[in-house]
Protein backbone atom coordinates (compact mmCIF):
# COMPACT_ATOMS: atom_id res chain seq x y z
CA UNK A 1 0.00 0.00 0.00
CA UNK A 2 1.24 3.69 -1.08
CA UNK A 3 1.63 6.05 1.84
CA UNK A 4 -1.09 9.04 1.77
CA UNK A 5 -2.49 12.03 3.40
CA UNK A 6 -5.79 13.94 4.58
CA UNK A 7 -4.94 17.62 4.55
CA UNK A 8 -6.99 20.09 5.84
CA UNK A 9 -7.68 23.63 5.12
CA UNK A 10 -7.07 24.92 8.94
CA UNK A 11 -3.61 22.69 8.42
CA UNK A 12 -3.84 19.43 10.38
CA UNK A 13 -2.72 16.38 8.84
CA UNK A 14 -3.75 13.27 8.93
CA UNK A 15 -1.29 10.53 7.63
CA UNK A 16 -2.81 6.81 6.50
CA UNK A 17 -2.74 4.40 3.11
CA UNK A 18 -3.97 4.96 -0.06
CA UNK A 19 -6.87 2.50 -1.27
CA UNK A 20 -9.21 2.84 -4.27
CA UNK A 21 -8.40 5.93 -6.57
CA UNK A 22 -5.02 7.29 -6.37
CA UNK A 23 -5.86 10.51 -7.63
CA UNK A 24 -5.99 13.52 -5.54
CA UNK A 25 -9.50 14.37 -4.32
CA UNK A 26 -11.09 17.31 -2.53
CA UNK A 27 -13.80 18.05 -0.34
CA UNK A 28 -15.73 18.83 2.94
CA UNK A 29 -15.04 16.57 5.70
CA UNK A 30 -17.39 15.17 7.26
CA UNK A 31 -17.93 12.22 9.67
CA UNK A 32 -20.62 9.45 9.80
CA UNK A 33 -21.05 7.90 13.52
CA UNK A 34 -23.16 4.85 12.30
CA UNK A 35 -21.62 1.26 13.14
CA UNK A 36 -23.09 -0.52 9.96
CA UNK A 37 -24.48 0.45 6.53
CA UNK A 38 -21.70 1.77 5.43
CA UNK A 39 -22.57 0.52 1.96
CA UNK A 40 -25.84 2.57 1.84
CA UNK A 41 -24.08 5.85 3.35
CA UNK A 42 -21.16 5.44 0.94
CA UNK A 43 -23.84 5.13 -1.92
CA UNK A 44 -26.52 7.98 -0.88
CA UNK A 45 -26.33 11.12 -2.83
CA UNK A 46 -26.41 13.54 -0.19
CA UNK A 47 -23.16 13.14 0.36
CA UNK A 48 -21.70 14.06 -2.79
CA UNK A 49 -18.78 16.23 -2.86
CA UNK A 50 -17.83 15.27 0.27
CA UNK A 51 -14.99 12.89 2.12
CA UNK A 52 -16.93 10.85 4.27
CA UNK A 53 -14.83 9.71 7.71
CA UNK A 54 -16.47 6.48 9.25
CA UNK A 55 -15.95 6.90 12.92
CA UNK A 56 -16.58 2.82 13.20
CA UNK A 57 -12.85 1.32 13.26
CA UNK A 58 -13.27 -1.22 10.25
CA UNK A 59 -15.24 -0.96 7.46
CA UNK A 60 -16.18 -3.20 5.14
CA UNK A 61 -16.11 -6.74 6.71
CA UNK A 62 -19.35 -8.16 5.54
CA UNK A 63 -18.45 -6.62 1.73
CA UNK A 64 -20.79 -4.96 -1.26
CA UNK A 65 -24.12 -6.34 -2.57
CA UNK A 66 -25.91 -5.34 -5.43
CA UNK A 67 -29.08 -4.83 -3.67
CA UNK A 68 -28.21 -2.21 -0.73
CA UNK A 69 -27.08 0.78 -2.62
CA UNK A 70 -29.05 3.66 -2.59
CA UNK A 71 -28.00 5.00 -5.62
CA UNK A 72 -25.92 3.68 -9.13
CA UNK A 73 -22.72 5.81 -8.46
CA UNK A 74 -20.87 7.21 -5.30
CA UNK A 75 -20.70 10.78 -5.67
CA UNK A 76 -18.63 11.27 -2.40
CA UNK A 77 -15.47 12.26 -3.26
CA UNK A 78 -13.45 10.29 -0.76
CA UNK A 79 -13.70 7.69 2.27
CA UNK A 80 -11.58 8.19 5.41
CA UNK A 81 -11.41 4.86 7.98
CA UNK A 82 -9.22 3.64 10.30
CA UNK A 83 -9.28 -0.23 8.62
CA UNK A 84 -10.67 -1.60 5.34
CA UNK A 85 -11.15 -5.01 5.12
CA UNK A 86 -10.00 -6.80 1.82
CA UNK A 87 -11.43 -9.83 2.77
CA UNK A 88 -15.22 -9.52 3.67
CA UNK A 89 -17.28 -12.66 4.95
CA UNK A 90 -20.68 -12.67 3.28
CA UNK A 91 -22.60 -14.99 1.12
CA UNK A 92 -23.97 -11.73 -1.22
CA UNK A 93 -20.67 -9.94 -1.06
CA UNK A 94 -19.65 -9.21 -4.49
CA UNK A 95 -16.73 -6.91 -3.92
CA UNK A 96 -14.57 -5.50 -0.82
CA UNK A 97 -14.19 -1.78 -0.18
CA UNK A 98 -10.88 -0.94 -1.63
CA UNK A 99 -11.77 -2.79 -4.92
CA UNK A 100 -15.11 -1.16 -5.32
CA UNK A 101 -13.73 2.27 -5.01
CA UNK A 102 -11.05 1.37 -7.17
CA UNK A 103 -14.08 0.69 -9.58
CA UNK A 104 -16.02 3.91 -9.02
CA UNK A 105 -12.74 6.17 -9.31
CA UNK A 106 -13.30 7.01 -5.69
CA UNK A 107 -10.13 8.19 -3.74
CA UNK A 108 -9.69 6.66 0.08
CA UNK A 109 -7.69 6.24 3.06
CA UNK A 110 -7.38 3.67 5.51
CA UNK A 111 -4.82 3.58 8.85
CA UNK A 112 -5.90 7.03 10.12
CA UNK A 113 -6.26 7.88 13.50
CA UNK A 114 -9.95 8.59 12.84
CA UNK A 115 -10.62 8.97 16.79
CA UNK A 116 -8.40 12.09 16.55
CA UNK A 117 -9.89 13.16 13.00
CA UNK A 118 -12.99 13.23 14.60
CA UNK A 119 -12.06 15.32 17.27
CA UNK A 120 -10.82 17.87 14.88
CA UNK A 121 -13.71 18.32 12.96
CA UNK A 122 -16.08 18.49 16.13
CA UNK A 123 -13.23 21.69 17.11
CA UNK A 124 -12.71 22.91 13.61
CA UNK A 125 -16.37 22.23 12.12
CA UNK A 126 -16.96 20.30 8.64
CA UNK A 127 -13.45 21.62 7.07
CA UNK A 128 -12.49 21.01 3.10
CA UNK A 129 -9.62 18.33 2.93
CA UNK A 130 -8.27 16.87 0.31
CA UNK A 131 -6.91 13.15 0.42
CA UNK A 132 -3.41 13.24 -1.59
CA UNK A 133 -0.16 11.09 -1.73
CA UNK A 134 2.24 13.66 -0.53
CA UNK A 135 2.24 16.15 2.00
CA UNK A 136 1.04 19.96 -0.23
CA UNK A 137 -0.01 23.46 0.43
CA UNK A 138 -3.82 23.31 0.89
CA UNK A 139 -5.25 23.65 -2.94
CA UNK A 140 -7.51 26.95 -3.51
CA UNK A 141 -9.48 25.09 -5.80
CA UNK A 142 -13.13 26.11 -5.77
CA UNK A 143 -15.80 23.54 -5.22
CA UNK A 144 -19.11 23.21 -7.20
CA UNK A 145 -22.20 24.69 -5.00
CA UNK A 146 -25.01 23.25 -6.96
CA UNK A 147 -24.43 19.36 -6.37
CA UNK A 148 -28.09 18.40 -7.06
CA UNK A 149 -27.39 18.84 -10.94
CA UNK A 150 -24.97 15.82 -10.55
CA UNK A 151 -27.01 13.47 -8.84
CA UNK A 152 -30.63 14.22 -10.31
CA UNK A 153 -32.26 12.30 -12.65
CA UNK A 154 -32.08 13.45 -16.13
CA UNK A 155 -35.48 11.60 -17.00
CA UNK A 156 -38.25 10.86 -15.58
CA UNK A 157 -38.91 7.47 -14.79
CA UNK A 158 -42.21 5.42 -13.85
CA UNK A 159 -42.48 2.50 -11.35
CA UNK A 160 -46.07 1.44 -11.45
CA UNK A 161 -48.27 0.48 -8.72
CA UNK A 162 -51.78 0.49 -7.79
CA UNK A 163 -52.49 2.86 -5.12
CA UNK A 164 -51.54 6.30 -4.81
CA UNK A 165 -49.75 8.31 -7.22
CA UNK A 166 -46.84 10.01 -6.19
CA UNK A 167 -44.30 12.63 -7.74
CA UNK A 168 -40.78 12.22 -5.95
CA UNK A 169 -39.22 15.31 -7.44
CA UNK A 170 -35.45 14.28 -7.07
CA UNK A 171 -32.79 16.08 -5.54
CA UNK A 172 -30.73 13.26 -4.72
CA UNK A 173 -33.11 10.80 -3.35
CA UNK A 174 -32.07 7.16 -1.71
CA UNK A 175 -33.66 4.48 -3.08
CA UNK A 176 -34.86 3.37 -0.01
CA UNK A 177 -37.55 6.04 -0.06
CA UNK A 178 -39.00 4.86 -3.57
CA UNK A 179 -38.88 1.11 -2.00
CA UNK A 180 -40.92 2.48 0.90
CA UNK A 181 -43.52 4.04 -1.09
CA UNK A 182 -43.88 0.89 -3.92
CA UNK A 183 -43.96 -1.30 -0.29
CA UNK A 184 -47.00 1.00 0.13
CA UNK A 185 -48.21 -0.14 -3.32
CA UNK A 186 -47.95 2.98 -4.42
CA UNK A 187 -47.41 4.19 -8.42
CA UNK A 188 -44.55 6.50 -8.50
CA UNK A 189 -43.21 8.85 -10.95
CA UNK A 190 -39.60 10.21 -10.60
CA UNK A 191 -38.57 13.81 -11.98
CA UNK A 192 -35.30 15.60 -12.49
CA UNK A 193 -35.67 18.86 -9.59
CA UNK A 194 -36.06 21.45 -12.23
CA UNK A 195 -39.31 20.11 -13.38
CA UNK A 196 -41.76 23.19 -14.14
CA UNK A 197 -44.97 23.09 -12.00
CA UNK A 198 -46.78 22.90 -15.49
CA UNK A 199 -44.91 19.17 -16.43
CA UNK A 200 -45.74 17.88 -12.44
CA UNK A 201 -49.29 19.41 -12.73
CA UNK A 202 -49.72 17.39 -16.41
CA UNK A 203 -48.59 14.16 -14.30
CA UNK A 204 -52.42 14.51 -12.08
CA UNK A 205 -50.23 12.98 -8.99
CA UNK A 206 -52.33 12.19 -5.81
CA UNK A 207 -48.94 13.69 -4.06
CA UNK A 208 -45.61 15.04 -3.86
CA UNK A 209 -42.35 14.20 -2.15
CA UNK A 210 -39.30 16.24 -2.00
CA UNK A 211 -36.47 14.42 -1.97
CA UNK A 212 -33.21 14.63 0.36
CA UNK A 213 -30.16 15.63 -1.73
CA UNK A 214 -26.71 17.21 -1.22
CA UNK A 215 -25.43 21.30 -0.49
CA UNK A 216 -26.70 23.91 0.48
CA UNK A 217 -30.38 24.73 0.26
CA UNK A 218 -30.10 28.61 -0.52
CA UNK A 219 -28.56 27.16 -4.21
CA UNK A 220 -32.17 26.37 -5.17
CA UNK A 221 -33.64 29.69 -3.98
CA UNK A 222 -34.88 29.82 -7.57
CA UNK A 223 -37.47 26.34 -7.10
CA UNK A 224 -39.02 28.10 -4.07
CA UNK A 225 -41.62 29.19 -5.50
CA UNK A 226 -42.42 26.30 -7.37
CA UNK A 227 -42.29 24.15 -4.29
CA UNK A 228 -44.58 26.72 -2.40
CA UNK A 229 -47.42 25.94 -5.72
CA UNK A 230 -46.52 22.39 -5.01
CA UNK A 231 -47.84 22.59 -1.03
CA UNK A 232 -50.46 24.93 -1.83
CA UNK A 233 -51.77 22.25 -4.50
CA UNK A 234 -50.99 18.34 -3.45
CA UNK A 235 -50.27 16.60 -0.14
CA UNK A 236 -46.53 16.89 0.39
CA UNK A 237 -43.99 15.33 2.22
CA UNK A 238 -40.29 17.21 2.48
CA UNK A 239 -37.35 14.98 3.90
CA UNK A 240 -33.84 16.44 5.03
CA UNK A 241 -33.30 18.47 1.68
CA UNK A 242 -36.70 18.28 1.13
CA UNK A 243 -37.75 19.85 4.84
CA UNK A 244 -35.60 22.84 4.67
CA UNK A 245 -36.80 23.69 0.62
CA UNK A 246 -40.61 23.26 1.90
CA UNK A 247 -39.94 25.43 5.06
CA UNK A 248 -37.47 28.11 2.94
CA UNK A 249 -40.70 28.36 0.32
CA UNK A 250 -42.68 29.61 2.94
CA UNK A 251 -40.43 32.28 4.36
CA UNK A 252 -38.15 30.36 6.87
CA UNK A 253 -33.98 30.36 6.74
CA UNK A 254 -31.70 27.83 7.06
CA UNK A 255 -28.38 27.92 8.89
CA UNK A 256 -25.06 25.57 8.61
CA UNK A 257 -24.34 23.46 11.70
CA UNK A 258 -21.21 23.38 13.14
CA UNK A 259 -20.40 19.62 12.16
CA UNK A 260 -23.94 18.56 11.11
CA UNK A 261 -26.06 15.19 12.03
CA UNK A 262 -24.72 12.11 10.08
CA UNK A 263 -25.65 8.81 11.86
CA UNK A 264 -27.67 5.87 12.68
CA UNK A 265 -28.68 7.03 16.28
CA UNK A 266 -29.90 11.03 16.31
CA UNK A 267 -32.46 10.64 19.19
CA UNK A 268 -35.53 13.47 18.31
CA UNK A 269 -38.23 13.84 19.99
CA UNK A 270 -42.10 14.28 19.14
CA UNK A 271 -43.39 17.48 20.81
CA UNK A 272 -46.91 16.40 20.42
CA UNK A 273 -46.70 13.31 22.74
CA UNK A 274 -43.18 13.63 24.02
CA UNK A 275 -42.31 9.66 22.44
CA UNK A 276 -38.29 10.14 21.43
CA UNK A 277 -37.69 8.50 18.35
CA UNK A 278 -33.68 7.30 17.54
CA UNK A 279 -33.42 8.33 14.07
CA UNK A 280 -30.79 8.29 10.74
CA UNK A 281 -29.94 11.13 9.79
CA UNK A 282 -27.04 12.92 7.22
CA UNK A 283 -27.24 16.85 6.93
CA UNK A 284 -25.20 20.30 7.47
CA UNK A 285 -28.16 22.66 7.44
CA UNK A 286 -30.99 23.12 9.45
CA UNK A 287 -34.07 25.26 9.25
CA UNK A 288 -33.73 28.21 11.91
CA UNK A 289 -36.52 28.20 14.50
CA UNK A 290 -36.79 31.97 15.17
CA UNK A 291 -37.40 32.19 11.32
CA UNK A 292 -40.91 29.80 11.20
CA UNK A 293 -43.96 31.41 11.12
CA UNK A 294 -45.43 29.27 13.46
CA UNK A 295 -48.98 30.71 12.42
CA UNK A 296 -48.47 28.71 9.65
CA UNK A 297 -46.00 25.80 10.67
CA UNK A 298 -46.61 23.86 13.61
CA UNK A 299 -43.26 22.80 14.70
CA UNK A 300 -43.61 19.03 15.47
CA UNK A 301 -40.26 17.22 16.19
CA UNK A 302 -37.33 18.87 17.83
CA UNK A 303 -33.57 17.07 18.32
CA UNK A 304 -32.26 16.07 21.96
CA UNK A 305 -29.37 16.95 21.16
CA UNK A 306 -28.57 19.98 20.19
CA UNK A 307 -32.50 21.09 19.91
CA UNK A 308 -32.69 21.89 16.54
CA UNK A 309 -36.09 21.62 14.60
CA UNK A 310 -36.33 18.18 12.83
CA UNK A 311 -39.92 18.51 11.37
CA UNK A 312 -43.08 20.61 10.38
CA UNK A 313 -46.87 19.98 9.73
CA UNK A 314 -48.34 23.32 7.58
CA UNK A 315 -51.68 24.12 10.16
CA UNK A 316 -53.71 24.22 6.65
CA UNK A 317 -52.06 22.30 3.97
CA UNK A 318 -51.57 18.79 3.95
CA UNK A 319 -47.69 18.91 4.16
CA UNK A 320 -45.35 18.16 6.24
CA UNK A 321 -41.65 17.74 6.48
CA UNK A 322 -38.81 15.98 8.73
CA UNK A 323 -34.81 16.86 8.79
CA UNK A 324 -34.53 13.11 9.99
CA UNK A 325 -34.94 10.05 7.04
CA UNK A 326 -37.89 7.73 7.86
CA UNK A 327 -36.63 5.33 5.18
CA UNK A 328 -33.97 4.10 7.92
CA UNK A 329 -31.63 2.65 5.25
CA UNK A 330 -29.00 2.81 7.19
CA UNK A 331 -30.51 3.26 10.49
CA UNK A 332 -33.58 2.36 13.18
CA UNK A 333 -36.58 2.20 11.80
CA UNK A 334 -38.56 3.76 14.65
CA UNK A 335 -39.88 6.71 12.43
CA UNK A 336 -40.83 4.53 8.89
CA UNK A 337 -45.01 5.79 10.01
CA UNK A 338 -43.93 9.06 8.72
CA UNK A 339 -44.77 7.49 5.18
CA UNK A 340 -48.16 6.55 6.82
CA UNK A 341 -49.07 10.21 7.59
CA UNK A 342 -48.16 11.43 4.45
CA UNK A 343 -50.47 8.93 3.10
CA UNK A 344 -52.95 9.73 5.56
CA UNK A 345 -53.29 13.16 4.06
CA UNK A 346 -53.59 11.92 0.42
CA UNK A 347 -56.47 9.97 1.38
CA UNK A 348 -58.35 12.79 3.35
CA UNK A 349 -57.55 15.64 0.27
CA UNK A 350 -58.31 12.77 -2.70
CA UNK A 351 -60.04 9.83 -1.30
CA UNK A 352 -57.38 7.29 -2.74
CA UNK A 353 -56.56 4.61 -0.72
CA UNK A 354 -52.78 3.09 -0.20
CA UNK A 355 -51.56 0.16 2.00
CA UNK A 356 -50.32 0.79 5.45
CA UNK A 357 -46.43 1.11 5.59
Known amino acids: MNNGYLVLETGEV ?19 TSMTGYQEIMSDPSYAGQIIVFCYPLIGNYGFNPQDYEAENIYAKGVVMGEACYMPNHYSSEVAAPELLEK ?16 TIRKRGSVKGFITDSIKNFPHTKIPENWVELVSTPIMKNYPGPGPHIVLLDYGYKKSILEALLHANCQVTVVPFATRLEEIE ?3 PDGVLLSNGPGNPEVLNGHLPKIKKIAEEFPTLGICLGHQLLAMAFGAKTEKLLFGHRGGNHPVKDLATGKVYITSQNHSYNVKEDSINQEIFAITYKNINDGTVEGLQHKKLPALSVQFH ?5 GPQDTNYIFGKFLTLIHEKTGVMSYAI
Not at 104 to 119: A, F, H, P
Open 326 to 330: PEAHP
Open 104 to 119: MGISGLSNVDTRELVK
Open 14 to 32: FPGSLIGSKDDAIGEVVFN
Open 202 to 204: RLQ
